[in-house]
């Protein structure tokens, strides 16, 4: 029997399992999608583009994850689980080499695309083992798969630490390096990954899936949208925001690590407003104190500005696709549960394909920065307005 043959009913030690796996979504997300933001300043200096060339990144970046999480279920039913958070997690290691290998925009397009397509593999599958795993414990389900949650706040925080100090270091044009170095974290961390036994042969879900209709929850789907098109457009520009604005190193390394510290604090920040069983509204409150952590900045570019921006705007991002997890398991039935997420994930990898995009565009066009963080604050209230008038749907 093989290592990925391998599987356990009970595991003796649930907690350091799902650790292991939130090393998946550290590499795929923390560092795979939102460290490109660390090296956009760089890149963009040294590469002679243009901001909506430097939004195109995390556009084919966001297309990748799309594609990845709907064909997700499919290869898990085929190859199983914990292969392919193996398959997905090494998919994001490459990307990030290759990343580094040169600077040709058409290669970088690629490496940014495999990087899409293998965090979505490496987090849903991943999400789905540590549930499995989680349930063992019924009493601890909560806490452990919280455990797993916290791994992309783990990637901006190791990448806030490291990137902004050796691009200072080693000087403009030093953007590659900051791959290299990045692409070697990660695969240090993708280790446990391979070696561990996480088991997880079996499928998603089973049984008959419910038939899943839009219409009842269409306001909400463009709210989720809104959401995913406004935080991106975020987290691509601020640290070019940051260095514009005359913060060094130290500053965008806080900055940056304050939204990943953050996201540690939101399972018991927003717990509370998670069991309300109300509609849209948990989405409402969490995704307007997000565009309020977005649009601080544009009153004041002061270093206690600047963390409560990000502190606001990390404690609240990761809480939003929370909150439609439990928007979706207190107004569906289990049997509903695949297709209303699968909805919700194709609404959000649409917001986040065209954010980026749009917004680089607008900012070309205005010439401003400030123009970014306005409009990506503004989609987020709108997303926030449009989830309020959602309502619970009948049982």
């Not at 580094?100 to 990087?115: H, K, W």
Request: glycine share 12%; charged share 5%; with cysteine.
């Amino acid at each position: 029997m093989t290592l990925l043959d391998r599987t356990e009913a009970a595991p003796a030690h649930p907690a350091r399992l799902i650790l292991i796996l939130s090393l998946a979504p550290t590499v795929g997300l923390g560092i795979g999608r939102f460290a490109y933001s660390l090296l956009l300043p760089d890149m963009r200096d040294s590469l002679g583009w243009s901001y909506s060339a430097a939004g195109f990144m995390n556009t084919i970046n966001a297309a990748g994850y799309l594609v990845g999480a709907l064909v997700t279920s499919r290869l898990v039913a085929r190859f199983g689980m914990a292969a392919i958070v193996r398959v997905g997690t090494l998919a994001c290691v490459a990307s990030l080499a290759l990343c580094a290998l040169s600077g040709n925009f058409a290669v970088l397009s690629a490496a940014r695309l495999i990087a899409g397509i293998g965090a979505a593999l490496a987090f849903v599958a991943g999400g789905a083992l540590a549930t499995t795993i989680a349930q063992a414990q019924p009493a601890r389900s909560a806490f452990l798969l919280s455990l797993f949650y916290a791994g992309p706040g783990i990637g901006i925080l190791s990448s806030g630490l490291i990137a902004p100090f050796l691009l200072q270091a080693a000087g403009p044009g030093s953007w590659w390096l900051g791959w290299l170095v990045l692409a070697a974290l990660s695969a240090a961390m993708t280790l446990p990954v391979l070696l561990a036994p996480i088991g997880g042969d079996a499928g998603i879900g089973g049984g008959r899936a419910a038939p899943f209709r839009i219409a009842p929850v269409v306001v909400y789907l463009a709210g989720y949208f809104m959401f995913g098109a406004g935080y991106i457009a975020y987290m691509t520009f601020m640290i070019a925001y940051v260095r514009d604005a005359g913060g060094g190193a130290a500053a965008q390394s806080a900055f940056w690590c304050l939204i990943g510290i953050s996201a540690f604090a939101t399972p018991w920040v927003w717990r509370r407003v998670m069991a309300l069983h109300r509609g849209g509204l948990s989405t409402t409150i969490i995704l307007a104190v997000n565009a309020v952590g977005a649009v601080l900045p544009l009153f004041s570019l002061s270093p206690v500005m600047l963390a409560t921006s990000a502190l606001v705007f990390g404690v609240s991002f990761f809480a939003v696709v929370a909150s439609t997890t439990a928007f979706v398991r207190f107004n569906y039935p289990q049997a509903g549960w695949p297709g209303a997420i699968a909805a919700m994930t194709i609404a959000f990898g649409i917001g986040q394909t065209l954010g980026p995009l749009v917004v680089g565009a607008i900012t070309d066009a205005i010439g401003s920065l400030s123009s970014a963080l306005a409009v990506s604050a503004a989609t987020l209230a709108l997303g926030a307005a449009l989830s309020a008038f959602q309502r619970p749907l009948p049982k």
